[in-house]
C-alpha cells in the first residue's frame, strides 16, 4: 500500500486521543422547575456520573461527590436515573431535593437541598433491584418508577411507588408494586389529579420499537385496577404518554408508519395531531428519554426529522407546526417546567450543549458546554448528508466525513473507513464527534451508514432488518463504500470498516467479502447461537425478529455468525473487548480470535478490565483509539503517530492465573495478543506498547 502523502509530506496529526478522551462527557436527562435545571454529567477521568444543578442565577454546582455515580442498569441500557423532587423544610418552604439511582447498589436515594449526604429509600438488597424512569407522585409524596428485579435467575419487572420518606429502605413492603405481569415497563405518568397512571408496557420477543401498548388505569390507595390498552399493540409502537389535562394525553405512535403525535383520551378514539413522513420521537432504546414535552399555555415542543431531529412549536389550536431556527443539528432529551423548555443538543462543530428554549421568543440559551474550549476547530470535518444507491437501487442514507486538515491539500482518493452504528435500530446523527476528526485529521476520510434497521426513516426501513441481519446491513455498508470509489473520493485498495456492538457484527460480516482491506469490532456479536444464550434479558429475544426463532433458524444463525465464517474473511481483524460486558459477553471475542488464528489470518486481540458494553475509562479509551490507527497505519501502509499494532496469526493461548500484584487494584486495564506473526507460521513475539498500557499477555 502506498503512504498517506500530500505536498507537505506526512499528515500532521492535531488532534490525539487524549482530546478525544477529555471530550467525551457528556450530558443527559435536564430536568427544569422554575428556572432550576439539572442534568446526568458523565466524569469519564473518575469512571462516574454526576447530578448537577445550574440555579437561576446562574450559579453551576455539582451535587454529588466521588464516589457517589448516578446510574442505572435497567434493560442493562439504563436510561434517566434521577428526578427533582419538592421538599418541606420546618419553615413550610419548598426545596427542591434529587431522588437518584446509585451505580454501586442500585438503591434510590435521596439527596436533599444543601446537603452533600445521600439517605436511601429502597432497601439492599444486594443490587438484585434495579430502578429508572421515575416520576414524581401526584401528591408529591412518592417516587413512581420502572422497578427490575434479578432473582434466581429470572428477571420480573414492575411499576412501583417508593416513599419519599425513607421508610422503604427498612421496610420492603413499603415500596408498593402497583402494576406487573408484563415483560417490560416504561414511561410511568400519573394524571395531574392522581386518579389515573398511564404507562407503556411489551412483552417477548417484541422489543419497544417493534409493538407496545398505552395502558391506562385507575390509581387507589395499594395499586391499580381497571387497566385498559388505550393505544398500540403488537404491530404498533407507542412512546411517551404526557397529560394535557386530567382525562386527555399525548403520546408518540408509529402506527402510520412513523412516529407521529397523537391525542388520546381516557376514552374514545386517537387523533393524529400532525400526520408527517418524519420522526417525531426518538427510538425508545432508553428509558426516561423524550422528545416532545406539553407547555401550560396547550402547545408543544417537539422535536421532529429524521435521525437528526431539531425543534418546533405546534399550536393544537391553529394547527401550525413552527419551526425554531437554530445553528444545531441534533436535539434531545427535552422536558418543560411548563413554560421554559431545556434540552441536549449538538452539531459537526458543536460540542454537545445544554440548551434552553424560550417557546415564545424562539430564541435559544447554551447553559454548559461538554468542552468550553474548541480543540482545533480547524481540523473538525463537516460533513455532507448523502442518499447513495443500496442493492436494486433502494437508498442507504450515510453522512460521509472527508478528510480535514487544513495544512494539506488532499490530492486523488483517499482511504476510508465505513463506520457501523451499534443497536442494530438505531442511528448515527450528525452530532458533535472528535473520535471522527482524529481520523480524518489524519487523512483517513469516514462515511457514517445509516443502514436498513436504523431508526429516523420510518417503520418500513426499520423493516428492511427483519430477518436480514447480517445480509442488509451489510450490503448497505458495501454499498456506501463502493458509492465513494464510484465518486472518486474512496481509494478502492484502502477501505475499512468498524463497528461497535452490533456494528461490529455488520464489520465481521462484511470482512467475508472482497470490498474492505480490514476491519474493527469493537465488543461485536460473533456468533448468534451463543449471544442468543448469554445476552441479557432485554435482548435475549431481538434476534427472534432479526434473524428468525429458534431452534428452527438454528442452521441459519450459524451460517450468519462471524465465527463460522472465519474461512471466507482474508483481511486482518482488530477485536476490542471490554471483560465485564455483560451484553456481548467477552467470550465471543475470544471465539472470533481462536477461529482466524486457526487458519492463520492476522487479527489483534485486546481485552480491557473493568470496562462493560461500551468503554469509559479514560486510558481505555486513549488505548482503543490509538490501536484502531496504529491498525489502519499497518495494514494501509504509512506512518502514524502511535505505538504500532502487531498482529498474530495463531490462537490466543489461556491466561496464566493472575499473581497478586498492585495492578490487580488499578480501575482500568487493557490485555491482547500481540506480536510479529507470519501467517501460518505461528511465530509470535511480544509487541511495543504504548506507555501506561498494560502488559500484553495472550488470552483465553
Known amino acids: 500500500m502506498s503512504e498517506l502523502s500530500s505536498p507537505h509530506g506526512s499528515w500532521p496529526s492535531p488532534i490525539s486521543a487524549g482530546d478525544v478522551a477529555r471530550g467525551v462527557r457528556r450530558m443527559a436527562f435536564p430536568s427544569v422547575v422554575d428556572g432550576t435545571v439539572w442534568w446526568e454529567e458523565s466524569r469519564p477521568e473518575e469512571g462516574r456520573t454526576t447530578l448537577m444543578r445550574r440555579d437561576a442565577d446562574g450559579a453551576v454546582t455539582e451535587l454529588l461527590p466521588a464516589p457517589w455515580s448516578a446510574c442505572t442498569r435497567v434493560h442493562e441500557y439504563g436510561g434517566r436515573a434521577y428526578l427533582p423532587v419538592p421538599r418541606r423544610d420546618d419553615k413550610a418552604i419548598t ?36 430502578y429508572a424512569d421515575p416520576a414524581l407522585g401526584a401528591d408529591g409524596r412518592g417516587v413512581l418508577c420502572v422497578r427490575e428485579r434479578h432473582e434466581d435467575g429470572s428477571v420480573h ?18 415500596v408498593r408494586e402497583l402494576v406487573s405481569g408484563a415483560d417490560f415497563y416504561a414511561s410511568p405518568t400519573p394524571s395531574p389529579d392522581g386518579a389515573h397512571l398511564a404507562y407503556v408496557r411489551w412483552n417477548h420477543p ?42 386527555t394525553l ?27 413522513e418524519e420522526e417525531f420521537h426518538a427510538s425508545p432504546g432508553r428509558l426516561g428519554n423524550r422528545s416532545f414535552c406539553v407547555l401550560d399555555s396547550g402547545r408543544v415542543v417537539a422535536l421532529h426529522g429524521h435521525a437528526d431531529m431539531t425543534p418546533s412549536v405546534y399550536d393544537p389550536g391553529t394547527l401550525d407546526l413552527t419551526p425554531v431556527r437554530t445553528g444545531l443539528t441534533t436535539w434531545s432529551m427535552l422536558d418543560t417546567d411548563g413554560r421554559s423548555v431545556v434540552a441536549v443538543a449538538s452539531s459537526p462543530t458543536e460540542p454537545q450543549c445544554l440548551v434552553r428554549l424560550d417557546p415564545d421568543s424562539g430564541s435559544v440559551e447554551v447553559l454548559r458546554r461538554a468542552a468550553e474550549k474548541l480543540p482545533y476547530a480547524a481540523y473538525l470535518p463537516v460533513p455532507r448528508g448523502e442518499t447513495l444507491p443500496g442493492r436494486y437501487g433502494a437508498p442507504v442514507h450515510a453522512n460521509v466525513y ?16 465505513v463506520w457501523a452504528h451499534g443497536g442494530p435500530v438505531s442511528a448515527s446523527t450528525l452530532e458533535f464527534d472528535l473520535a471522527k476528526a482524529y481520523f480524518t485529521s489524519r487523512g483517513i476520510g469516514v462515511v457514517d451508514v445509516n ?17 436480514e441481519w447480517g445480509v442488509a446491513d451489510v450490503e448497505d455498508c458495501v454499498a456506501a463504500a463502493r458509492a465513494l470509489v464510484e465518486q ?195 511465530a509470535v513475539e511480544e509487541a511495543p506498547r504504548p506507555a501506561g498500557a498494560a502488559t500484553p499477555t495472550t488470552s483465553d
Open 250 to 276: 399525548y403520546v408518540a405512535s408509529d402506527w402510520p408508519g412513523w412516529w407521529n403525535l397523537y391525542q388520546a383520551g381516557i376514552t374514545g378514539q386517537a387523533i393524529a395531531l400532525y400526520p408527517a
Open 451 to 467: 443502514y436498513g434497521g436504523s431508526t429516523g426513516y420510518g417503520r418500513s426501513y426499520r423493516k428492511r432488518l427483519h430477518k
Open 95 to 130: 426545596r427542591m431535593g434529587v431522588v437518584f439511582s446509585s451505580s454501586a447498589d442500585q438503591r434510590l436515594y435521596l439527596l436533599e437541598h444543601g446537603s452533600r449526604e445521600p439517605v436511601p429509600l429502597t432497601p439492599d438488597d444486594g443490587a438484585s433491584s434495579r
Open 488 to 682: 472518486g473520493a474512496a481509494d478502492p485498495e484502502r477501505l475499512a470498516i468498524r463497528g461497535p456492538s452490533a456494528g461490529g457484527y455488520t464489520a465481521l460480516m462484511a470482512l467475508t467479502g472482497d470490498t474492505f482491506a480490514c476491519g474493527v469490532s469493537l465488543f461485536g456479536v460473533t456468533d448468534l447461537l451463543g449471544f442468543s444464550e448469554t445476552t441479557h434479558d432485554f435482548e435475549s429475544h431481538f434476534l427472534d425478529s432479526l434473524v428468525g426463532t429458534l431452534p428452527g433458524f438454528a442452521e441459519r444463525y450459524r451460517e450468519r455468525s462471524p465465527v463460522h465464517r472465519a474461512g471466507d474473511i482474508d483481511a486482518p481483524v482488530l477485536l476490542l473487548q471490554g471483560l465485564e460486558d455483560k451484553v456481548v459477553t467477552p467470550d465471543q471475542a475470544t471465539a472470533m480470535a481462536t477461529a482466524l488464528g486457526r487458519r492463520g489470518m492476522r487479527y489483534a486481540l485486546l481485552e480491557f478490565e473493568d470496562e462493560a458494553h461500551g468503554f469509559t475509562a479514560q486510558d481505555v479509551r486513549v488505548r482503543a483509539l490509538e490501536a484502531e490507527l496504529a491498525f489502519y497505519a499497518r495494514v494501509f501502509g504509512f506512518e502514524a503517530d502511535v505505538a504500532p499494532l502487531e498482529l498474530v496469526a495463531t490462537p490466543p493461548e489461556p491466561l496464566p492465573e493472575p499473581e497478586a500484584s498492585a495492578e490487580a487494584s488499578e480501575p482500568a486495564g487493557g490485555t491482547g495478543t500481540g506480536g510479529t506473526g507470519t501467517e501460518g507460521t505461528g
Open 206 to 247: 417484541r422489543m419497544p420499537w417493534d409493538g407496545s401498548e398505552l395502558r391506562v388505569g385507575a390509581l387507589y390507595g395499594s395499586g391499580l385496577s381497571g387497566e385498559y390498552t388505550l393505544k398500540g399493540g403488537v404491530d404498533e409502537s407507542v412512546v411517551s404518554p404526557a397529560w394535557v389535562d386530567d382525562a
Open 402 to 417: 472527508p478528510p480535514t486538515n487544513p495544512d494539506v491539500a488532499v490530492e486523488g482518493p483517499a482511504p476510508y473507513v
Open 157 to 174: 419487572r414492575s411499576v412501583v411507588s417508593v416513599p419519599l420518606s425513607g421508610r422503604g429502605a427498612q421496610d420492603p413492603s413499603a
